[in-house]
């Protein structure tokens, strides 16, 4: 299993909120989307990182925002809300929006910020993998200190086209950090069924690649390990690797609706006692830091300003269908019509 | 006017590669055994020692892990040369190239622009059999967000390299093998440039019109040097791009002519010439007074020997007996 280091927070009182504020947000964010998809007002594809919290806020603070770059598949919301990323503008593109990151034509799997360094969002399991390498790059090319955050899941670990990437990384010396979310399921295949050997952290070692593996459900754990590597990757310009236990206790999909036909509510239960937001929420309690009703109050705080952000983007317009062709190309347009 | 050098198409092609290089640092080039070994087809000969392992880079034969890598790059506002050793292995890369680089503009609404050439030999070389002798042109011209070149001169590859490597979108360059050791006058100037999406004239003439590109414009120039001993006057459309398609120039030599015959290396059924006959067709019904006709590549997986390869390939015979049907 995961490494459980003593947690001697070295964190400031005023970080543990904003990690604490972080998370519930994307918890209440992604539970809106949830419903943003049973109202119809979302479709197609869509994933979401409740659960997985700790993960992208312990990694996402651990860079310098704009000037790194990360990439990730299509469970994306939560990367690009940390990266600064207007949420309104996120959730207009999961309702297929004007307003949209991407004017409404990537939806909720293709977000993008790149002015913040976030360069999506993509939908293919694994096929991005490479493309974040590209990242790190041009970076190597340059000759600049940018670091890459390279997100894929436990499935995408299996693809070919990650083990290719993980070789040209360890042989071009890309500064890459390889992000495995294991949440342990491909969809809907467990990882012991898609895996001959669970152990992910080790598809590194092939590759000359530092690798580990880390807990992602301790939100201050996940810090200070991710902390430690961006460290060491901008300082030695050199790839690393590192495979994140976490869960997700939604479905893999918002049309995801029968999970126990791969996990059992026993299973899930289980999970849930490892919330990195009632675990964050109990340290802080314990340190004094916050009360029961502090805690209360923040929450609806949260929830209050997701309501807020839903009602924007619901207000605001479709794509014209005059957009249709528009960015295609940066200089032409197709042949048109039908 | 420019000047003119004589040189062949790899010539031409390495000339422009090396200028393009010279004028933009964020230009590099990536590929396998383009380095040290300098090609297969010796396109990128004396670059390595010229540019070192930085901008010239070896990689792992692993086609779909380079694209990949070279998207990134671009998207990060490098300006990748991608060399596939033939096109037939870019099918490894198809799901990058297709599914990843050609969305990269359309997913972001613009916000990302991916800059990146891949080029290589595409289409039969010699008795390379059925793996290696793939013309791919028409799949990647299938798809938006792409731009496909299949220049058939040495001028036409220096200025329409260029070209691509100055665009600001994924562009993929195909060059028949058979064209690398054609020698023809190209512009002493290292700013020329072909727009996409111009078709020429190579040879003009009033009763029939050979729309062709790559190597078979070449072709279609010996069919139309023989049909003129039979009293024919053929007239020789160069394509040049296939997306995007220059249709104006096809149509107008149409109507002049008012015959066509669309020939393509590619396999006969569902190749890109059956898109430019049927576009004619469509546009230009009334002023055809014959059905347009195209000249494919046998619908067979190339064989290896020379005989059967040969028969497999349309060349300036089987393009004559296309129009002596319609005559």
């Not at chain 1, 919330?275 to 004094?288: A, F, G, S």
Request: net charge negative; with cysteine; charged share 25%.
């Amino acid at each position: 299993m995961a490494k459980q280091a003593v947690n001697t927070s070295t964190h400031s009182p005023a970080e543990l909120e904003t990690y604490l504020r972080e998370m519930l947000f994307i918890r209440h964010f992604e539970e809106k989307c949830n419903v943003a998809y049973r109202q119809g007002k979302a479709g197609g594809y869509m994933h979401v990182y409740i659960g997985m919290e700790a993960l992208a806020v312990g990694w996402l603070n651990s860079i310098r925002k704009g000037h790194d770059y990360v990439i990730t598949a299509y469970r994306d919301h939560a990367h690009a809300l940390l990266l600064g990323t207007d949420p309104i503008a996120v959730m207009a593109e999961v309702m297929g929006r004007k307003a949209g990151t991407a004017g409404g034509k990537g939806g909720s799997m293709h977000i993008y910020d790149p002015k913040r360094g976030f360069f999506g969002g993509w939908g293919i399991v694994g096929g991005h993998v490479p493309i974040g390498a590209g990242l790190a790059f041009a970076s190597r090319y340059r000759g600049d200190d940018r670091v890459t955050l390279n997100f894929l899941g436990d499935g995408a670990a299996n693809q070919g086209v990650v083990f290719e990437t993980l070789n040209m990384a360890g042989l071009y010396n890309l500064p890459c950090i390889f992000i495995i979310e294991n949440n342990e399921f491909a969809m809907g295949t467990r990882l012991e069924y898609h895996a001959a050997d669970t152990e992910l952290w080790k598809r590194g070692a092939p590759f000359d690649i530092k690798s580990e593996r880390l807990d992602g459900m301790d939100a201050l754990q996940m810090k200070q390990d991710a902390q430690r590597i961006v460290d060491w990757v901008r300082q030695n310009g050199k790839p690393y690797l590192v495979e994140i236990m976490t869960y997700r206790f939604s479905g893999h999909g918002a049309a995801d609706n029968d999970r126990q036909l791969y996990r059992t509510k026993e299973e899930e239960e289980a999970a849930f006692q490892r919330d990195p937001i009632k675990r964050l929420q109990r340290h802080m309690l314990e340190l004094k830091l916050l009360s029961e009703e502090t805690i209360e109050a923040i929450d609806e705080e949260i929830q209050e300003e997701v309501e807020k952000i839903y009602e924007a983007a619901d207000a605001s317009p479709f794509p014209d269908p005059s957009e249709v062709y528009d960015n295609i190309y940066s200089d032409m347009m197709p042949e048109q019509g039908h | 006017m420019p000047t003119t050098m004589e040189m062949t198409y790899r010539e031409a092609l390495q000339k422009s590669m090396i200028e393009e290089m010279d004028r933009n640092a964020d230009v590099f080039l990536m590929g396998e055994d383009i380095g040290r070994y300098e090609g297969t087809f010796k396109v990128t000969k004396g670059l390595f020692p010229k540019y070192g392992h930085r901008r010239v880079i070896d990689t792992p034969i692993t086609e779909a892990g380079f694209s990949g890598i070279a998207t990134g790059a671009a998207m990060a506002g490098l300006r990748p040369i991608v060399e596939f050793m033939t096109m037939s292995f870019s099918f490894l890369a198809l799901d990058q190239i297709i599914n990843h680089t050609a969305k990269v503009h359309y997913m972001t609404n613009g916000e990302v622009k991916c800059p990146i050439v891949f080029r290589g030999p595409g289409g039969a070389a010699k008795q390379l059999s059925a793996q290696h002798s793939h013309s791919m042109e028409g799949w990647y011209a299938h798809v938006p967000g792409l731009k496909v070149v299949c220049p058939a001169t040495p001028a036409d590859i220096y200025g329409m390299l260029r070209t691509a490597i100055r665009d600001d979108n994924p562009v993929i360059i195909y060059e028949n093998p058979g064209l690398y050791g054609v020698k023809g006058q190209v512009p002493d100037d290292p700013d020329y440039t072909i727009p996409f999406g111009k078709a020429q004239i190579l040879r003009e003439g009033t009763d029939i019109s050979l729309v062709g590109y790559s190597r078979m414009t070449q072709v279609n120039l010996v069919a139309a040097e023989l049909l003129e001993k039979e009293g024919i006057s053929a007239e020789v459309v160069d394509v040049r791009s296939l997306l995007p398609l220059d249709t104006e120039t096809i149509y107008a030599s149409v109507k002049k002519t008012h015959r066509a015959v669309v020939v393509y290396e590619d396999w006969r059924s569902g190749g890109f010439g059956a898109e430019i006959a049927a576009r004619i067709a469509e546009d230009c019904f009334d002023h055809l007074d014959a059905p347009v006709t195209r000249v494919g590549g046998l619908n067979v997986p190339m064989p290896y020997a020379r005989v059967l390869e040969l028969q497999c390939i349309p060349d300036e015979h089987d393009v004559l007996a296309a129009v002596h049907k319609l005559s």
